[in-house]
Nanobody
Framework: QVQLVESGGGLVQAGGSLRLSCAASGRTFSGYSLGWFRQAPGKEREFVAGISRSGDYTDYADSVKGRFTISRDNAKNTMYLQMNSLKPEDTAVYVC?????????????????WGQGTQVTVSS
């Protein structure tokens, strides 16, 4: 089992940047593939980015490719999401998730553990 806690959300103007962190407890962090999801008001939860156990494979939603970068530091038990060129449509609660698998999935139902979420608001 792994516990996940997100941080780094906040209010930013369009075109700005934020860096989200997902800190994990547990001694088997490196055994999980990880992902970021987001949910905006009135919309379903959607996949944003995923990263493999070792960090050498990443996957992104088309809507964030070229703007967001996912990474992880297994020595620090932490995953990151660097968000650049933010748009108002990026406004959502961002949640990190973990799955006991080698590579990340894009479906929320494939993940085993979830954080509480952190709010990201992008103003125009």
């Amino acid at each position: 089992q792994v516990q996940l806690v997100e941080s780094g959300g906040g209010l930013v103007q369009a075109g700005g940047s934020l860096r989200l962190s997902c800190a994990a407890s547990g001694r088997t962090f490196s055994g999980y593939s990880l992902g970021w999801f987001r949910q905006a008001p009135g919309k379903e939860r959607e996949f944003v980015a995923g990263i493999s156990r070792s960090g050498d494979y990443t996957d992104y939603a088309d809507s964030v490719k070229g703007r967001f970068t996912i990474s992880r530091d297994n020595a620090k038990n932490t995953m990151y999401l660097q968000m650049n060129s933010l748009k108002p449509e990026d406004t959502a609660v961002y949640v990190c998730a973990a799955a006991w698998s080698v590579v990340p999935a894009t479906r929320a139902g494939d993940y085993d553990f979830w954080g509480q979420g952190t709010q990201v608001t992008v103003s125009s």
